[in-house]
């Protein structure tokens, strides 16, 4: 059966409070300026509890909750006015109420991805989205808040910092470098028709994973590879190897782009609380990726690269924005661009505690993240923690992932979109 989904309600909700005139502009970070505006939205499910109050009540709760959490977060509220602010004018955030013709069990055993994309904007009984390219890490502590204000715990609310990002690396105002992004945003050409799944990781087939990754000649003092790493670099050599068995040039090199957060690297005046893109790619070069290719040593290349991140690195970027893009901040061999490398982007969700967002009813059963077919990047891996073990949702073109479905050494491991076993 076909989903139907029919919206009941659309408003806008705006702050409690309206923004003081002093805060009335929120001056972007330069990484706020140089990020790709990119959409990895997510949809919660949450279990319908015995007791649980009606449904008007839920949406009543849910819109009051989130109007006192846009007070906090006031930008959210606003709209972006050019390369440099958000104008924080008090327009709202769109709230939709919707029904859907399916239950949660029915959905869920196992998931349909393909609908996914149909609940962007609403959930199996009824959610909120904002729609704008914040970054993940606003966005968790954006609906940690509303969730601890929702459930009536606003003593557990903590103050984002809206300062020290900008503070710290100043937006530029340089033609050239907006050019460049807006460039990148609009370039249609890098976009293909692809398709999302998801395979999920046991504890029992990351600890095999960790095993073989682990370098025997490390002594007892070297932290081992952690989970993300294993995973990344067994999720980076097998999106490669179906990425090649559609290519005439067998030798092309593989590059893994991994999205890391820098706050922990920064130190102050960054927190965990700080609002902003403090987010840096690290390209990962590996001349050739093979089934013989071993995960230890796409683990070991990898963990030199991210040894090399730095509050220094960062703050020669703030000092000279000009060596963007150069060798002291990309450390990639000459020429790479002429041999067409095969990239694969890699980002971890893993911390970021959306499973435990409670409004009151409860943690979610699942999150899913984004499904179905569409024109979008390919080569995408979002990489999640879950109770039994990790997620993984990659994107593809659609030949690509037909051919990773196939692949048994892949498959070893890798479970294909199970069913949600909590329900």
Same mark, same amino acid.
């Given at each position: 059966?076909?989903?139907?989904?029919?919206?009941?309600?659309?408003?806008?909700?705006?702050?409690?409070?309206? %923004?003081?005139d002093d805060h009335r502009f929120f001056q972007l970070s330069l990484f706020d300026q140089l990020q790709l505006i990119t959409y990895?939205?997510?949809?919660?499910?949450?279990?319908?509890?015995?007791?649980?109050?009606?449904?008007?009540?839920?949406?009543?709760?849910?819109?009051?909750?989130?109007?006192?959490?846009?007070?906090?977060?006031?930008?959210?509220?606003?709209?972006?006015? =050019?390369?440099?602010?958000? %104008? !924080?004018?008090?327009?709202?955030?769109?709230?939709?109420?919707?029904?859907?013709?399916?239950?949660?069990?029915?959905?869920?055993?196992?998931?349909?991805?393909?609908?996914?994309?149909?609940?962007?904007?609403?959930?199996?009984?009824?959610? %909120?989205?904002?729609?704008?390219?914040?970054?993940?890490?606003?966005?968790?502590?954006?609906? %940690?808040?509303?969730?601890?204000?929702?459930?009536?715990?606003?003593?557990?609310?903590?103050?984002?910092?809206?300062?020290?990002?900008?503070?710290?690396?100043?937006?530029?105002?340089?033609?050239?470098?907006?050019?460049?992004?807006?460039?990148?945003?609009?370039?249609?050409?890098?976009?293909?028709?692809?398709?999302?799944?998801?395979?999920?990781?046991?504890?029992?087939?990351?600890?095999?994973?960790?095993?073989?990754?682990?370098?025997?000649?490390?002594?007892?003092?070297?932290?081992?590879?952690?989970?993300?790493?294993?995973?990344?670099?067994?999720?980076?050599?097998?999106?490669?190897?179906?990425?090649?068995?559609?290519?005439? =040039?067998?030798?092309?090199?593989?590059?893994?782009?991994?999205?890391?957060?820098?706050?922990?690297?920064?130190?102050?005046p960054i927190s965990k609380y700080t609002i902003g893109n403090i987010l840096w790619p690290v390209m990962v070069f590996c001349e050739?990726?093979?089934?013989?290719?071993?995960?230890?040593?796409?683990?070991?290349?990898?963990?030199?690269?991210?040894?090399?991140?730095?509050?220094?690195?960062?703050?020669?970027?703030?000092?000279?924005?000009?060596?963007?893009?150069?060798?002291? !901040?990309? =450390?990639?061999?000459?020429?790479?661009?002429?041999?067409?490398?095969?990239?694969?982007?890699?980002?971890?969700?893993?911390?970021?505690?959306?499973?435990?967002?409670?409004?009151?009813?409860?943690?979610?059963?699942?999150?899913?993240?984004?499904?179905?077919?569409?024109?979008?990047?390919?080569?995408?891996?979002?990489?999640?923690?879950?109770?039994?073990?990790?997620?993984?949702?990659?994107?593809?073109?659609?030949?690509?992932?037909?051919?990773?479905?196939?692949?048994?050494?892949?498959?070893?491991?890798?479970?294909?979109?199970?069913?949600?076993?909590?329900?």
């Amino acid at each position: 059966m076909g989903m139907e989904i029919t919206i009941r309600s659309r408003e806008t909700i705006k702050p409690s409070l309206p %923004t003081p005139d002093d805060h009335r502009f929120f001056q972007l970070s330069l990484f706020d300026q140089l990020q790709l505006i990119t959409y990895l939205p997510m949809v919660l499910f949450y279990p319908k509890k015995e007791g649980l109050s009606e449904p008007s009540h839920i949406c009543a709760q849910l819109k009051r909750s989130l109007s006192e959490t846009l007070t906090i977060f006031y930008p959210v509220a606003g709209r972006r006015k =050019d390369h440099t602010f958000i %104008t !924080c004018n008090d327009e709202g955030a769109l709230y939709l109420e919707a029904k859907v013709n399916h239950n949660m069990v029915e959905f869920l055993t196992p998931p349909k991805l393909e609908f996914l994309n149909k609940l962007l904007h609403v959930s199996l009984i009824r959610c %909120t989205q904002i729609e704008k390219p914040y970054p993940k890490y606003l966005y968790n502590l954006f609906q %940690t808040t509303w969730a601890a204000i929702c459930r009536g715990s606003r003593e557990e609310v903590q103050c984002p910092d809206f300062n020290s990002a900008s503070s710290f690396l100043p937006p530029v105002d340089h033609l050239s470098l907006h050019d460049h992004v807006d460039q990148n945003n609009e370039d249609s050409s890098a976009q293909k028709m692809c398709t999302t799944r998801r395979f999920v990781f046991i504890a029992e087939s990351i600890n095999t994973l960790r095993a073989e990754a682990k370098d025997d000649d490390d002594d007892e003092s070297s932290k081992p590879p952690t989970r993300y790493e294993t995973l990344a670099a067994f999720i980076w050599k097998h999106m490669t190897l179906a990425c090649k068995k559609e290519s005439r =040039d067998s030798t092309r090199p593989a590059l893994a782009i991994h999205i890391v957060n820098m706050r922990r690297r920064m130190g102050e005046p960054i927190s965990k609380y700080t609002i902003g893109n403090i987010l840096w790619p690290v390209m990962v070069f590996c001349e050739t990726v093979n089934a013989d290719t071993g995960v230890r040593y796409l683990v070991s290349i990898a963990r030199e690269k991210f040894g090399k991140l730095s509050r220094e690195l960062l703050l020669r970027v703030k000092s000279d924005p000009n060596i963007l893009g150069s060798t002291q !901040c990309v =450390d990639l061999p000459q020429g790479i661009e002429t041999r067409s490398p095969i990239p694969v982007v890699l980002t971890s969700w893993c911390g970021l505690n959306f499973s435990e967002l409670d409004f009151g009813w409860g943690k979610p059963l699942w999150i899913g993240v984004r499904g179905g077919d569409q024109e979008t990047l390919p080569n995408v891996a979002v990489i999640m923690e879950t109770d039994a073990g990790m997620e993984a949702w990659l994107t593809m073109e659609m030949q690509h992932i037909a051919n990773l479905e196939k692949d048994m050494e892949f498959l070893r491991l890798a479970l294909p979109n199970p069913s949600v076993s909590n329900i």
